[in-house]
């Protein structure tokens, strides 16, 4: 009797699982034959440089998405796969608890918009491709952060987003970055840093200087290339001054990698001067108009 009701049970279980399968597979989308989604339970891990000692603590949230596609066109079933990988720090503090909120939302937005976007053109390569025109592995999508600097007032973040699709020579880096006054509530950025025309080109003007020492590296235009390239946005904060980045591709071919060039506290201040934009010791003063 026991072995009739296990068998029963079981037989109810396989059903039930078919039956879960043909629903799901007419409900998939219009535009694919099958769609499948796995997302990892969000962690959280410590920075490695810990933030105890500071008024905010901030930890990394970090969570994978899955995507499978089916090409349209495909006669043998050949998917378009692809990966989102997301780390992305979340701020914790009970004394500026809404500022770290709005931090939070910023950089949670951030991932929902790459994983729309990545969504996005894995359906569409799916639609109008054929396998064989993209097959050579897995798409992917990496954002990740670094803390470039923190102190009692603020945070500079360092963004990092990766982007390979399958069949390409080799992946993209895109970097941006988020400079933030957590106990006011705002953003620091270029118009923060750069208050007048003078002292944008002056630290152009060292950029170029720092390029001519190992020129090879660049392309020959490089000059020209910096002030056409240059975003105020495009720099954070470090414990030695100021780190200005540029895109890949701005100044230098693919191999040179990510180009970055560090102002130090005693080249901010020469350029600066003794007017009160960055104190003695390289901080900036966020109260400075």
Not at 95 to 120: H, I, R, V
Not at 153 to 167: K, Q
Request: one cysteine or more; proline letters at 2%.
């Amino acid at each position: 009797m026991r072995r009739l009701i296990l068998l029963f049970s079981l037989l109810l279980v396989v059903l039930f699982s078919a039956c879960s399968a043909n629903e799901t597979t007419s409900s998939a989308s219009a535009t694919t034959e099958a769609t499948t989604e796995t997302v990892t339970q969000a962690t959280t891990e410590d920075i490695t440089e810990s933030t105890e000692s500071f008024p905010v603590t901030i930890e990394a949230n970090i969570y994978t998405k899955g995507y499978e596609y089916k090409y349209k066109n495909s006669i043998s079933g050949e998917k378009i796969i692809g990966t989102l990988n997301v780390a992305i720090p979340e701020m914790i503090s009970q004394e500026y608890a809404d500022n770290a909120e709005m931090f939070n939302q910023y950089f949670q937005n951030l991932a929902d918009k790459l994983a729309e976007s990545f969504d996005e053109e894995l359906i569409d390569t799916a639609e109008n491709e054929s396998a064989s025109a993209t097959v050579g592995g897995e798409w992917y999508r990496d954002l990740n952060y670094s803390i470039e600097y923190m102190d009692d007032n603020m945070v500079s973040v360092l963004i990092t987003t990766t982007a390979y699709n399958g069949g390409a020579a080799h992946d993209n880096v895109q970097l941006e970055s988020l400079t933030y006054d957590f106990v006011q509530g705002f953003r620091i950025d270029g118009s923060n840093i750069f208050w007048n025309e003078d002292q944008t080109e002056a630290i152009k003007a060292l950029i170029i200087e720092k390029m001519d020492e190992n020129p090879d590296m660049y392309y020959p235009n490089y000059a020209d290339l910096v002030d056409s390239t240059f975003d105020k946005n495009n720099f954070v904060f470090t414990e030695d001054g100021l780190r200005i980045f540029f895109q890949t591709y701005d100044l230098a071919p693919y191999a040179a990698g990510i180009i970055t060039f560090d102002i130090s506290n005693e080249e901010l201040n020469e350029i600066y001067g003794e007017n009160g934009e960055f104190a003695e010791n390289g901080e900036y003063n966020a109260e400075k108009e």
